[in-house]
């Protein structure tokens, strides 16, 4: 079993910053892809953003796009989600998310096999 632990939800006013890790405590990512996804309240699950481990690709979502950073590090088993120029509509549950058995970054939320227990993001207008 891959046990997820994400961190770094909050509440921010519109045009803040908050950053995101989804950590695999003494595990390296190797062939992984590793995504983020959000719900928001009423809304299905959509990715936001996938960064493929093995080679550092990313993807992202057009509405996140210029705003938000997905990276690795390494060192920490951990990926980052930097989210900048918060808006209202970014306001939601966000999920972090590993496929196993991937060397291109997608979005595909049904191939990923593993979830975080999702963090809370919340920005105020």
């Known amino acids: 079993q891959v046990q997820l632990v994400e961190s770094g939800g909050g509440s921010v006013q519109t045009g803040g910053s908050l950053r995101l890790s989804c950590a695999r405590p003494g595990h390296t990512w190797r062939s992984y892809c590793v995504a983020w996804f959000w719900r928001a309240p009423g809304k299905e699950r959509e990715g936001v953003a996938v960064?493929?481990?093995?080679?550092?690709?990313?993807y992202y979502a057009d509405s996140v796009k210029g705003r938000f950073t997905i990276s690795q590090d390494n060192a920490k088993n951990t990926v980052y989600l930097q989210m900048n120029s918060l808006k209202p509509e970014d306001t939601a549950m966000y999920y972090c998310a590993a496929d196993p058995n991937c060397w291109s970054p997608h979005l595909r939320r049904n191939d990923y096999d593993y979830w975080g227990q999702g963090t809370q993001v919340t920005v105020s207008s």
């Open positions: 960064i493929a481990a093995s080679s550092g690709r990313t």
